[in-house]
């Protein structure tokens, strides 16, 4: 049998990696590296066969999608990370979501590109490619969280794209005293779409997008957004949505996106800009984080919505699944406006539009966060699969799990 080598018939240089697409095919000889052979060793025989270079790889997006979050400071280490990786192993869970750069504006992963800084204060994951390469051999989606306005590193560095004080200018921060980009900086977008590029190439199947929106907390009567200037914080995310998303489809690069829980039931951009409509137009997967604990008291006449996990869990995406379909409706020929007929028995039985019935085109993309963490209330196995059958009662059947501790509910998750 002939030796194998491995071919790379295309390099592709995205920020300091390379990307190599590799076949393995007959052909001569391998290449050895040969050193001066031992005394009595004839140089003919002495061979050391040359390691080849890791490849990356991908995986296709599952039909279904059912994940749990990883911190980088969990995926920092092989023993830290092993229970949770297991966990999927061994469960219904079959991707994780995994940090690629958090608030603090800095990378879990070197990218030997300067413009993104790696994380030496908090947690790094210094084998992201060969860990994501182990992932994809058990058949785990790996999806790469980006926390995109909330960012402390790179208003420093450019001022001008930073959200200021109304007040003097300054640069404006939140209540945690975290500064945020003004979602009108174009350089940011870029900056954005170049950090989804290098991901995809370090073996990221999907680049999810976290804080895609105007800041919330904090000091709200003191705030300026020079950048976006008169444009309409619904309009200005809206542009954002289009452009992002748009340039990582070009690439066939997944995309998904988190907008809060109420943009599922509010028609309104609840003050931040985010509209439900406009992600589900932009992104191939959109969450809504529905965390029971995250509604207001009375929410829909719940006094307290931790009380009724599954309920609220499943009014939200039912909505969101009524939002999702009148979307396709109005894009189809049936959602055009038409003119105005003489009704009769027979002209309604022979109208198409009467018969019309969704495919799931925005429907599909619904992939909400659910909670499986303690917060406002003690979450029990219980509470954590009433949500998950809520989301399939609902007509979905993709969800991912965020627990930011990382202790997840075991038996709340069916074994496979």
């Not at 061979?47 to 890791?54: D, K, M």
């Not at 940090?99 to 210094?126: A, H, M, N, Q, W």
């Not at 995809?200 to 907390?217: C, H, L, T, V, W």
């Not at 995310?237 to 943009?263: C, H, N, Q, V």
């Amino acid at each position: 049998m002939s030796p194998l080598r491995i071919f790379f018939p295309a390099l592709v240089f995205v920020g300091g990696i390379v990307l190599m697409s590799g076949i393995l095919t007959p052909t001569a000889p391998l290449s050895y590296d040969r050193g001066t052979p031992p005394p009595g060793l004839a140089s003919s025989t002495e061979a050391v066969l040359t390691v080849p270079t890791f490849v990356v790889t991908h995986i296709t997006p599952p039909a279904t999608v059912k994940a749990a979050y990883m911190t980088s400071c969990i995926a920092s280490g092989k023993r830290l990370r092993a229970p949770l990786v297991k966990l999927v192993e061994d469960t219904e869970l079959n991707a994780l979501v995994i940090d690629i750069k958090d608030y603090t504006g800095t990378l879990s992963f070197d990218t030997k590109d300067e413009r993104f800084p790696l994380d030496k204060k908090g947690c790094s994951v210094p084998d992201m490619k060969e860990f994501i390469g182990e992932l994809h051999e058990k058949g785990i989606y790996v999806i790469g969280r980006v926390t995109v306005m909330q960012d402390a590193s790179y208003p420093k560095l450019h001022p001008d794209a930073a959200v200021k004080k109304k007040s003097d200018g300054s640069i404006w921060k939140d209540k945690k005293g975290i500064t945020f980009v003004d979602p009108g900086a174009k350089e940011y977008w870029e900056y954005m779409v170049d950090l989804g590029r290098i991901s995809y190439a370090m073996g990221f199947d999907e680049i999810n997008y976290d804080y895609i929106r105007f800041p919330s907390d904090g000091n709200m009567s003191d705030i300026a957004f020079l950048r976006t200037g008169s444009t309409t914080k619904a309009e200005q995310m809206r542009r954002f949505y289009a452009y992002l998303g748009g340039e990582l489809r070009k690439e066939k690069i997944p995309t998904s996106a988190d907008l809060f829980g109420m943009t599922t039931t509010n028609t309104d951009d609840l003050g931040i800009g985010q509209v439900l409509e406009n992600g589900l137009a932009a992104f191939d997967f959109i969450a809504p984080m529905v965390y029971p604990s995250h509604y207001p008291p009375n929410f829909n006449g719940w006094k307290n919505p931790n009380d009724v996990p599954g309920p609220v869990v499943g009014f939200s995406m039912k909505r969101a699944v009524v939002r999702a379909n009148a979307m396709e409706k109005k894009e189809s020929s049936c959602g055009a406006t038409r003119p105005k007929t003489a009704t009769s028995t027979a002209a309604t039985s022979t109208d198409p539009c009467l018969a019309w019935k969704p495919t799931g085109l925005y429907a599909h993309k619904l992939r909400p966060w659910l909670q499986d963490f303690d917060y406002g209330g003690d979450y029990d196995a219980a509470d954590v699969r009433a949500q998950i059958e809520a989301t399939y009662d609902a007509g979905l059947n993709s969800f991912m799990m965020w627990d930011p501790s990382n202790k997840y509910t075991p038996i709340a998750y069916h074994v496979e």
